[in-house]
């Protein structure tokens, strides 16, 4: 199992700048990088990670993408005068030459190389690279919006060649469009390109036709393409997550990538002044740990766009912080979609619809008024003919994200007696069990002459204080009575005022009452038609075929649990397993891997004794390795689905980060 973080980054990737006067181009900055790695430093996140050296890329390497004319054209700009540099530069869109910037173009795009290398070889887990200038607007002949080198297609077009990579995953998380990657791969299939952006309605730069939700993608690449449209600026945290769960995840775990590289733009965030929306910082931790158990962990980011220096450096260093494996923050802000963002999940989700199985439900479109819509607003705007006033994102303020401290003990285990704590676990007893301890659960516990399960329920009910008090992160219980010890759970958590999310995967109904107050929410899988769902706090979803139904609930757990979760906010999640359920292990791994984003990874898995097999496996997620890759999804079942829409819809009023659809879009 690889282990380990790369941080790429050389100095000499600073030494270039803008020599002219360029109101488009003043803001890409070397300094972007010095402060982005500085915070690194200072964080003491540089020494956590594995530093690895940048290269050249080479001739051959750029060719993968670029022209030969355009590459030997670039190959001249060391030698020009200023008046030659500005000359050149003009016949390009938003971008300017240095006599440096070949040199630093050809060691970013050999950065992202060395980066893919070392990821594909095992010598690290994953990692990020830093650095100027930026690829994703560059095109094959073409310079543009600070781009020369297309620093990240040639990445994937390498890993293809070189390391024999069949799927690659780009995500885009830069607040442009990357044109130049679109371009790139619109009619292949073996790369999926995903990228949101602000648009609009085509008002934004680059101001493309092509930048819109339904340009899905070419012949044989028809359907990975896909593009997120925003309408407007403020974006916040929840419209995000909302497009990763409603959008970008259902997709990407249904193509199945072999790696994931991430166009790694921090514009999106607050206070830049190209964005000019309203995300936080640390929603980079989560929208980072939601792509770590793709590709078995093979995640390569490499830095695009991000120019308020205070947002960008703190975008950074919640990325790393991510990728070592520190716990994410707590989310904040998340009230549910914006209309404009809602309309945009909408429009994408319908678009795509033809080409994806976890879609092929998606509601249509009303198409003539939403198509008719853009170019409504468009002709409008143009009549009103606005004075772009200059905004001053400087001013914008946002608190601090929060520190991320880890736990000294990651994963506590209580396990019976003859099976083994898995390597990196601690095993846990309570040392001092509370002596009324049997008084208060007596409304739990069947036998309260029962010892052994006396003693188990006292190590779980310690392991959540510790939970709490934060000296331990998560844990895995092994118990004779899974429902009677989940009951337990719940009541503890309640009596400590800690909200729990609870995942039960089961087979049979279970007996549970929980009361509708909130403090949890469960979340029941079973194959068994439940009666009508209780309150607002118990969900129950039935999958025909049960939890060995692999595509039905990862449909479930990435379009339902995690839009619940996140919007409950818990402070501990109980995954449950019944002996009866046959959830794959690998499954039962995803759904541990991805749920540990919520609480700040407060997880407690719960399994029956007799489920030795599974402890090693579940440990090793709870640890923060990657859970395996499930293969391409096939489709789930039909009624499956219409029923967990079904469940969708009626929940959404509650719980709006549920929503994929607007309402009145018209
Ligand atoms: N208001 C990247 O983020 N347009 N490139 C500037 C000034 C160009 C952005 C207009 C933006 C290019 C990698
Ligand atoms: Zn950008």
Redesign the pocket.
Known sequence: MQTGTALIYDEEMTKYKLLWVD???K??VPERLTVSHEALVKNGLVDRCVSVPVREATDADILLVHSEEYLEAVKKTPFMTLEDLMEFTQQY??VYFHPNIYHCAKLAAGAALQLVDNVMTGKVRNGMALVRP????SMRSAAN???VFNNVSIAAQYAKQKHGVERVLIVDW???HGQGVQYCFEDDPSVLYFSWHRYEHQKF??QLRESDYDCVGKAKGAGFNINVPWNKVGMQNTDYLSVFFHVLLPVAYEFCPDLVLVCA?F?AAIGD??GEMCATPDIFAHLTHLLMNLADGKVCAVL????NLTSLAQSVCQTFQTLLGDPTPLPVNLDGPCQSALESVHCVRSAQKPYWSCLKHAADLPTFELSTKRIKVVEEEERTEKVEEEKNTEEIVWPDPPKRVSPCVRTAVVLPDGVDCPDGCKRFTDLHPDPLLGKKLENILKDSNDSDALSTLSSLTALIEKMETNKICNGLVLVRDVSMAMMCVVQHAASLNKRALIVCVANEAIPIDLTDDGKTIMVHFSSKESEEQKGKYYIPVCLKKGCSDTSGIMQAVLGLVLPLGYQYNPDLVLLVRMPDCRISESVWQQLIGILQGLAQEHTLVLMQENEKASVTPSASTLLGNPAPRLGPLQGPQSDDVEALERLRQKLQSDWTLLQTTAPDSR
């Not at 930026?134 to 607007?137: D, L, R, T, V, Y």
């Not at 695009?304 to 120019?307: A, N, P, R, S």
């Open positions: 109101p488009a181009c803001i890409e869109g938003d930026p690829g994703h607007h919006g600070f781009c830069d607040v442009h730069w680059p733009g514009d002044p190209e695009e766009g991000g120019y």
